[in-house]
C-alpha cells in the first residue's frame, strides 16, 4: 500500500488548465470514468502486490472522479483490503470535490446558478433565517439582496486566511473539524498576543474571525477543554462595529454572529455571546441567550446576574414563560453580608429569587408588592446585578403563590 503522503501528494499538470465552468453541470463525471473508478478499485483487493499498486497510481490520478467509487469501496465493500485502501485514499478525493464545487461557484459571479456546496449552503440558509419543524420549513427572510449579500459574504470568508480549508472541511466529511477550529483560534489569539519576544502582534481581521465563528456554530459542541482565549479576539476583533451597519452585508454578517451566539452551551462562550448580542442591539438572540444562562446549571453568578439584567433591560416579555419555570429554583446563586444595627446578617440570593424579580419587573410590576428586597432602590434598571434583589427564605412561598395568581388573570 502507498504510504498516506503519496496518497495525499498533489497531480501536476503541465498544461494550463482551463477556466472552470460556472454551471454545477460540468462536475458531472461520465459514465465510462465512473466504471473506470469502481474497476480500479476492485484491483485494490487483488492478490497480485503490482495490480494493488497500479489500481492505487490510477485512482489517485483520476483525483475527483474517483470519489464515488471510494466512497462505495470504503463503505460497502465486503473485502476489508478493499475497504481500508480506499478510506486511505478517500480524504483527498473529497477535498479535491470540495475545490472543484468551490471553484465552479466563484466562477458563477452572477449567481445564476444552483450550487451543491455545504459551507455556502449553510451560509445561504443562516442568512435567510431558514428554519424547520414536522418536516416543513420557513424562511423569515428571503430576496434576491438576501442572497446576493449572503455570497458575496461567502466568497470573503472563502478569501480570508485558513476560510477556504474551513469551508471545505464542512463539507467534505472531516471528523476532527472541532479540533481544527480549536487550532485557528488558539492561532489568532498568539498572532493577537505573540507568545515569543520580538514577534510583532497582528489584529486578525474580520473576516478571520467571521470565518471561524460560521465554522464553529456548524459543528456540535462534543465537550473537551473550554477555549476561552478566543474571547478577548472575538470582542476586540471588530466583528460587533461590522454587523451594525443597515446594509445587506452588514445584516448577513450579522446572522452569522446570531447562529454562533444560539449555538454555545458552554457558560463562558454563553456570556461572551450575550455580551456581543448586547453591544449589537441584537436584543432577540441576547434574550434568548439571556434566559439558557440564568438557567444553565453552573453557570458563575456574575453570568447569570449578566443575563438577569439583559432580561430586565430588554423587557423580553417573550421569554416570560421559560423564565417562569425557573421561579423556585433553589440554587444558590452566591450569598452577601451586610451590617445591619451592627449585626452581620446574612443574605442567599437563589436562581429562584432572580427568575421572580425579572418576571415582576419585565411586566412592569413593583417588586415591593412581592416582598422582593431592592438593596439599591430606585437606581433604576441601569444598575441591575445579581446582587441587588433578594427575597426572605420565609416569603419565598408566598411570593410564588401571588405570582401565580397574577399571571392566570393576566396570561
Known sequence: ???????????????????????????????EELSKARELVQKLGSETFVDREDAEHGLIAMGRAARAALQDGANSDPNPEIRARSRSMLSRANALEMKAR?????????????????????????????????GWSWTTRAGTSVDRAARELFVELLN???GRKLLTALGSGTTDLG????????????????????????????????????????????GGPRNS????????????????????RARALKTVMTAWFDSRTDPYEMYTA???????????????????????????????????????????????????KLIGDGTVITTITT????????TTITVGDMALAAAVLITEQKVEDYGIEDRFKGSGTASISYTRFSIPEDKRKDAAEKWKTWREKNP
Open 1 to 31: 500500500m502507498l504510504h498516506a503522503a503519496l496518497a495525499l501528494a498533489a497531480v501536476f499538470v503541465t498544461t494550463t488548465p482551463a477556466p472552470p465552468s460556472p454551471d454545477p453541470k460540468s462536475l458531472a463525471v461520465p459514465q
Open 102 to 134: 468551490l471553484d465552479t461557484f466563484l466562477a458563477d459571479t452572477e449567481g445564476k446558478y444552483e450550487h451543491d456546496l455545504p459551507g455556502w449552503n449553510k451560509l445561504r440558509s443562516v442568512a435567510r433565517g431558514e428554519w424547520s419543524m414536522f
Open 160 to 162: 480570508a486566511p485558513g
Open 179 to 222: 479540533a481544527e477550529i480549536a487550532t485557528m483560534k488558539q492561532e489568532l489569539y498568539y498572532a493577537k498576543f505573540p507568545r515569543v519576544g520580538g514577534v510583532a502582534p497582528r489584529n486578525p481581521t474580520v473576516m478571520e474571525v467571521a470565518v471561524l465563528m460560521f465554522a464553529d456554530s456548524q459543528v456540535p459542541f462534543k
Open 229 to 248: 482565549l478566543f474571547a478577548s479576539v472575538l470582542t476586540t476583533s471588530g466583528i460587533a462595529q461590522a454587523a451594525q451597519g443597515t446594509d445587506d
Open 274 to 324: 450575550l455580551n456581543l448580542a448586547t453591544n449589537t442591539q441584537n436584543t432577540e438572540a441576547a434574550g434568548r441567550m439571556a434566559v439558557r444562562l440564568l438557567g444553565t446549571s453552573g453557570a458563575p453568578a456574575a453570568y447569570r446576574g449578566q443575563a438577569f439584567a439583559a432580561l430586565v433591560r430588554n423587557k423580553s416579555k417573550e421569554h416570560l414563560p421559560t423564565v417562569e
Open 339 to 346: 451590617n445591619v444595627g451592627g449585626n452581620l446578617v446574612r
